[in-house]
């Protein structure tokens, strides 16, 4: 059995998917871009502007479900420039406490609108 979470307080779909879906206790996360939920416009200026905004979002869609951030046991990251490695382990680590879920961080060519970061994850709930 699989239940479709949704929430107001991150962005829609901007595509044929849902924002998590949870099946059990083990919640898979789409990916995130800094869109403000209100606007569905993306954040502008600074790289760390726009991965505060992606772990609001990710944060949101968690709550949503029945979780936290906390409760992530593995962050995806895909950049467009590995550059930014940095500022996303920096941001990262005002979201996460040890034990830090599993992750990856992978460069690619290119994301939805254009932005230059997007995490998923997965979350793992102790109880549902």
């Not at 760390?48 to 979780?67: P, S, T």
């Not at 490695?85 to 609108?113: H, I």
Request: aromatic share 8%.
């Amino acid at each position: 059995m699989r239940d479709i979470i949704s929430t107001p307080n991150a962005p829609q779909a901007i595509g044929t998917y849902s924002q998590a879906v949870r099946v059990g206790n083990t919640v898979y996360l789409s990916g995130q871009i800094a869109l403000i939920p209100e606007t569905m416009q993306m954040v502008e200026g600074d790289i760390a502007l726009r991965i505060h905004q992606v772990f609001k979002n990710l944060a949101a869609v968690c709550e949503a479900a029945g979780g936290s951030l906390k409760d992530m046991v593995k962050v995806n990251i895909f950049l467009t420039d590995m550059a930014n490695f940095a500022t996303v382990n920096e941001v990262m680590a005002q979201y996460f406490e040890q034990p830090y879920p599993a992750r990856a961080a992978v460069a690619v060519k290119q994301l939805p609108k254009d932005t230059d970061i997007e995490i998923e994850g997965i979350m793992a709930l102790s109880s549902y």
